[in-house]
């Protein structure tokens, strides 16, 4: 008896961590132990886990892609081609299924991607975190709006600390979040503040934020023409970014504003929404 409660207990945390990271990655360890049941098969727990991987990673790419498209949300593109200059920044959004829009927030940002191309070449923009592919309301955890494909998270532009040369499709914070442009001395210090007034969550990005890449520095010239670009497009209704760098960078547009202290720190990446 109680090593079926385990077993149970077991299943029930994978199924929700599952489906916490992916959407659907609890639904399709659940078909397996279904398969694993029928078969009537002491399977191995390797050979378990790797038919759930190659499952799971079939149905990505195929028939997950296929019904999400019939229900309104498309892929950003896996891979930046010559034509697309755009991509994941780690290709784990891909993998777990957190990079579905609209498709009209698809086109928009392929449409700036190569604009941005066009006045810095070889730029290739990265995005981050966007939706899951099914249901508006589903949390895309930790965010607090990534639920509606109309949201998407794109990385700053970089440069190499020592010789100033553009970084095209990186950024220092390997998982895309957590690694800081700090306000200058003089400059809001949204962070300081919102800490101040209790709103501990502020910077806990900063736990994941560890680097893998050589040293960086935020690109103020090109990542000021992204966000410019941004702007000008009539569909995207709100930016959102660290008042400090909206300073800095001398952006007027009223779409950039502040997230507000109830969410995160927006001075790692940039925050766009549809209307």
């Known amino acids: 008896m109680f090593n079926t409660f385990l077993k149970l207990l077991y299943s029930a945390i994978i199924f929700s961590l599952l489906t916490l990271l992916t959407q659907v990655g609890g639904i399709i360890f659940l078909l397996c132990k279904f398969f694993f049941k029928i078969m009537k098969v002491k399977w191995k727990f390797v050979h378990k886990s790797l038919i759930f991987v190659c499952m799971y990673l079939l149905l990505t790419f195929t028939l997950i892609p296929f019904l999400a498209s019939k229900l309104g949300r498309v892929p950003l593109p896996y891979f930046a081609t010559t034509d697309v200059p755009l991509k994941p920044l780690n290709i784990g959004f891909g993998l777990l299924n957190r990079n579905y829009v609209k498709p009209?927030?698809?086109?928009?940002?392929?449409?700036?991607?190569?604009?941005?191309?066009?006045?810095?070449?070889?730029?290739?923009?990265?995005?981050?975190?966007?939706c899951f592919p099914f249901w508006n309301k589903f949390p895309l955890l930790p965010h607090l709006s990534h639920n509606d494909g109309k949201k998407a998270d794109l990385a700053f532009c970089y440069a190499d600390v020592a010789t100033n040369e553009a970084i095209n499709d990186s950024a220092p914070a390997w998982f895309g979040y957590g690694i800081f442009e700090d306000p200058k001395k003089g400059e809001s210090n949204k962070n300081m503040e919102c800490k101040q007034n209790g709103h501990w969550q502020y910077d806990f990005t900063k736990y994941v934020g560890f680097s893998l890449?050589?040293?960086?520095?935020?690109?103020?010239?090109?990542?000021?023409?992204?966000?410019?670009?941004?702007?000008?497009?009539?569909?995207?209704?709100?930016?959102?970014?660290?008042?400090?760098?909206?300073?800095?960078?001398?952006?007027?547009?009223?779409?950039?504003?502040?997230?507000?202290?109830?969410s995160v720190r927006h001075d790692d990446h940039i925050h766009i929404q549809l209307y």
């Open 213 to 262: 890449s050589k040293p960086m520095k935020l690109d103020a010239p090109r990542t000021k023409t992204l966000l410019t670009l941004l702007t000008n497009q009539s569909k995207i209704g709100m930016i959102l970014i660290e008042p400090h760098l909206k300073n800095r960078m001398k952006l007027s547009s009223a779409k950039i504003r502040f997230q507000g202290c109830h």
């Open 104 to 130: 009209e927030l698809r086109n928009l940002l392929i449409e700036t991607a190569q604009q941005m191309q066009k006045k810095h070449p070889e730029t290739i923009i990265c995005y981050l975190d966007a």
